[in-house]
């Protein structure tokens, strides 16, 4: 326990006097976060950020430990905006986060591992980044200074967007590696309607319904699940026009929405960029695409690929 | 409300405003500007053809734009007096209304505004309040669904006499919903808009739910809330019945609506608390229960009657729990949400009570105030001079001070209400208050501190608060110093700069400056002008180098004399930690600098120049309707 002159700090009196924690108090328990997060809903039962601060105030120290919801809020602050008491709930569930590292647990999440093999400590990753977890570091290899990366375990949230980023593959994340996504670029042809394939990031489709359309789609529409935009690496979509597919649609979150802070942006970018030079290098009509659904669109990605394949039906006229 | 149209003795004013208010209670002046309706009031007799004629439809503000009115029109059919109105801004002169008015011809496309002044004793204010405008939450989506509606619009579709005739219908498809959704504390408990909690949004919701069950039995009905408040009479048992009736309640505030774009139903999302889960459910139908919010012209209400707002915009009453409808005003009330919301009984008792306040300032002939008021030397004024000043008029938080250059300052006496901040901030000692004069005070302040000062912990405490706390200190045995000395005045406005040099100069061991805690205030902000002096008071003896503790500010309640007892004894730890020869060192050596401050004390040289000095303002005890201020 932290200690100050004359007395021992309670769990909630540590947890404001972390930089991000100081509002924990004012929550009502009105239940708003936890239907804006799709962390509940989406992948763990027992996550509830609204819970996670009523144990905060109850001093129930070890559950709160022990809780998901401590490991894993990305900080997407879909919360923070509707909070009727403007508590910035990520900066409370960081500050727990950041003592029950110190108190010794360990992260349950399953994150990105480098190669130091392969690394060349370019960096990238580290700019990368929006969590801070890789940082560089020096060691002496064969009587030789060297700079190779590494990642805090317990920063690292998996979005993905430094195994898309690092220019030599040395960063790698189990389930969503290259290769695994790269083996799914993949479509069998047998009419002759166009192909297309669609990177779906999980996170930007809130309502099941829309997730059950894409299962529906027939075999030249080839669903890809990514655990953030930002995951895309240019490449794959290169790889997949040359393989002989027509389309390319990647589906992130609303400006703002992202689940992994930014990975939209970054994803975004780097697709309008090669679509750009698809066009300066005079190859015929968008074939890459970046759109973005947010949580108020229900049924809207049923429209964007919809859309996808009628323009390169048209194109191709 | 007709028949209060129908008393002789009430005089009801439509579609008038007011603009100014002069004088003070039991006098007021009111300027009133008679708006011209195009329509001659002794001559209208209501019976609604002109706007049967009136080819131009316009939305109508009261069917919250569900249904059109004409341009000549009344707000709403039970309206009183029952005038029709011709919308200038819509009217196109076809002067059809003219026609069909015929023979009664109260149609007058010559009328102009008047301007009226009338002589008024007390002032109430009914103003009520506004609703919250939900479209300004993105989450939930209105204004861009068509079946989320406001609890106001929910209130025109199902009322016999609105656009539906009552007949509850969708938006989108005019269809009959089967699901209604009713989401509580929209715009209300949230720090983003209002902090506050509306206070009967929660017995609305449930009367309206119940209302629904009732018309359409098939009907299924949720009410999402972050609590149900039900603190009245017979409130709780209504929550129940409607609960009985198959009504759900969900605890879990939405964070979320979407819409299906083909059939337009909507899909809430919340947690459901009780099942501690994110849950999704599609209705046909959202009703959102809005915030109670000022109205929109409150800031320029509270100008013209020159009377205070609560955070938030409502009108600021005299004392929450003693003097709930009256403003800080004499003469002036609040009846009814104006002053904050309130639920229909609670607004009628609150009308009864002002209709009660003002009657007793109509039935007097004589208003007795307290005697302690302020008085201005006129020849010490510099504002006489022809020079810019005005911070007693500042300090005064009644609006009872008034400065024009060229003339001195003049205190209307029936305003004022003794607080003294005016006393105590006039750089010119040109202001005094009866029975509180410098020269008492002073008096006072010597003689406590006559002998051994440099052991006394002296305070000044406030009348209403901290002289409690250091009374109940008394009565309750919490032990404390007996070196304390304390003097009592009515306001920590009234604390001059001068009274604390003068006990340091004497010699005091160390100072407290005592006062209500700022939402407290009794004089409403004449705890602000007192905080604020205190402030720079502080970091004028730190510049001086003071000993840290020796000057102390502290906010107590009447409430608190287990915090008084505690400060005391703190401030006199401070002097013994000092020690005696140090603490002797720093007064001596501080002395010429609290002479050369001080400008107050040589004008009153000792005790018995004192009881003169007081005569001078011998005591207008009551003041006689009429013959003062203006």
Redesign the interface.
């Known amino acids: 326990m932290m200690e100050t002159k004359d007395k021992l700090l309670s769990f909630v009196e540590q947890v404001k006097a972390i930089p991000g924690g100081e509002h924990v108090s004012t929550c ?10 799709m962390i ?2 989406k992948v763990e ?1 027992d996550y ?1 950020p ?2 996670l601060l009523r144990m905060v105030m109850m001093g129930m120290r070890e559950q709160a430990f022990e809780s998901p919801t401590t490991w894993m809020c990305s900080e997407c602050d879909l ?1 923070y905006s ?1 909070c ?3 508590i910035h709930i990520s900066g409370v569930i960081g500050a727990v986060k950041q003592l029950a590292v110190e108190a010794g647990y360990e992260t349950p999440l399953e994150v990105v591992s480098v190669d130091e093999s392969l690394c060349s400590g370019c960096g990238i990753c580290v700019m990368t980044c929006p969590y801070e977890a890789p940082h560089l570091f020096e060691k002496e290899v064969d009587g030789e200074i060297d700079r190779f990366s590494a990642v805090d375990a317990e920063k690292c949230m998996g979005c993905g967007m430094c195994v898309a980023a690092c220019p030599i593959g040395a960063i790698s994340r189990p389930g969503v590696s290259n290769q695994e996504i790269v083996s799914q670029i993949e479509i069998k042809k047998k009419s002759d309607k166009k192909t297309l394939i669609v990177f779906v990031c999980d996170w930007s489709l ?2 099941d319904d829309d997730v059950e359309l894409l299962e529906s789609y027939p075999d030249y529409v080839r669903v890809i699940h990514i655990p953030c935009s930002g995951r895309i690496d240019p490449q794959m979509a290169l790889i997949a026009l040359n393989s002989g597919i027509d389309g390319v649609l990647v589906c992130g979150c609303k400006h703002g929405e992202c689940h992994f802070k930014r990975g939209n942006y970054v994803s975004e970018c780097k697709i309008n960029l090669l679509d750009s030079m698809m066009e300066q290098m005079q190859l015929a009509g968008k074939r890459v695409r970046f759109v973005q659904i947010g ?2 669109d ?2 809207r990605i049923r429209h964007e690929v919809d859309d996808m394949l009628a323009s390169l039906e048209k194109e191709a006229v | 409300m007709v028949d209060a149209a129908r008393h002789p003795n009430i005089d009801v004013r439509t579609y008038t405003q007011v603009e100014r208010v002069e004088g003070f209670v039991g006098n007021f002046k009111v300027q009133l500007r008679e708006k011209a309706r195009y329509v001659d009031a002794d001559r209208c007799n209501g019976c609604g053809d002109c706007a049967k004629v009136c080819p131009i439809e316009v939305p109508n503000p009261f069917e919250l734009n569900l249904a059109p009115r004409k341009a000549a029109y009344i707000s709403m059919s039970q309206s009183v007096p029952l005038l029709y109105t011709i919308d200038q801004e819509a009217c196109i002169h076809c002067y059809k209304c003219v026609e069909a008015c015929g023979p009664l011809d109260a149609i007058d496309f010559s009328q102009e505004d008047r301007v009226v002044w009338e002589d008024i004793g007390a002032i109430i204010t009914a103003t009520g309040f506004n609703h919250f405008d939900p479209s300004v939450i993105p989450e939930f989506g209105y204004g861009r669904f068509p079946n989320v509606i406001t609890a106001m619009e929910m209130e025109r579709l199902n009322n016999s006499a609105g656009p539906t005739v009552g007949n509850l219908i969708r938006p989108s498809d005019h269809q009959n919903p089967k699901r209604v959704a009713i989401i509580n504390c929209v715009g209300s408990r949230d720090k983003r808009f209002n902090p506050w909690c509306s206070n009967f949004c929660c017995m609305y919701a449930i009367k309206n739910a119940v209302l629904l069950k009732q018309m359409y039995p098939d009907i299924e009905l949720s009410v999402y809330y972050i609590d149900i408040r039900t603190p009245s009479k017979g409130y709780e048992e209504f929550y129940e019945r409607a609960r009985q009736m198959g009504i759900k309640f969900i605890q879990g505030r939405p964070g979320l609506i979407t819409e299906d774009e083909e059939t337009h139903n909507l899909y809430v999302h919340s947690e459901d608390i009780a099942l501690g889960r994110a849950v999704e459910h599609e209705y046909d139908m959202v009703m959102l229960n809005q915030a109670a919010v000022p109205q929109p012209d409150v800031d320029d209400v509270s100008s013209v009657l020159n009377v205070q707002q609560s955070p938030g915009g409502w009108f600021m009453e005299y004392h929450p729990k003693l003097r709930p409808v009256d403003s800080p005003t004499d003469g002036i009330f609040f009846a009814g949400a104006c002053q904050g919301p309130k639920d229909i009984p609670a607004s009628v008792a609150s009308g009864s009570a002002t209709a009660a306040r003002a009657g007793r300032i109509l039935h007097s002939d004589e208003w007795e105030i307290e005697p302690i008021i302020a008085e201005v030397w006129e020849d010490r004024c510099v504002s006489a001079d022809g020079k810019k000043c005005g911070i007693c008029a500042r300090a005064c938080p009644y609006g009872a001070i008034e400065v024009e250059v060229g003339k001195a300052a003049t205190v209307t006496t029936a305003k004022c209400h003794g607080c003294g901040g005016c006393v105590a901030e006039c750089p010119h000692n040109a202001i005094t208050q009866l029975h509180y004069t410098d020269a008492q005070i002073l008096a006072q302040i010597r003689a406590l501190l006559a002998d051994k000062p440099e052991e006394k912990v002296f305070a000044f405490r406030c009348h209403w608060c901290s002289y409690g706390g250091a009374d109940l200190a008394g009565t309750s045995h919490f032990e404390y110093s007996a070196n304390e000395r304390g003097i009592r005045v009515m306001c920590s406005a009234r604390m001059d700069t001068d009274f604390i040099y003068e006990a340091y100069r004497l010699g005091a061991g160390a100072v407290l400056y005592s006062g209500c805690h700022p939402q407290d205030c009794h004089y409403i902000t004449g705890q602000i002008v007192g905080a604020t002096r205190a402030k720079r008071l502080t970091k004028i003896f730190d510049k001086m180098g003071m000993s840290p503790g020796r000057f102390r500010v502290e906010w107590i309640s009447a409430a608190e004399g287990e915090k008084y007892s505690r400060v005391i004894n703190e401030m006199q730890q401070v002097i013994d930690n000092l020690g005696k020869d140090k603490l002797m060192d720093e007064i001596e050596t501080l002395r010429p600098q609290m002479e050369k401050r001080a400008r107050r004390m040589y004008e009153v040289p000792d005790v018995t120049n004192a009881s003169d000095y007081a005569d001078r303002m011998s005591a207008v005890m009551t003041v006689e309707a009429g013959n003062d201020g203006n």
């Open positions: 009502y328990s009105c239940g708003t976060c936890v239907s804006k997060c509940q809903q039962p509830n609204r819970r919360c509707s009727p008491q403007d809130r309502v949580t108020q229900r049924g």
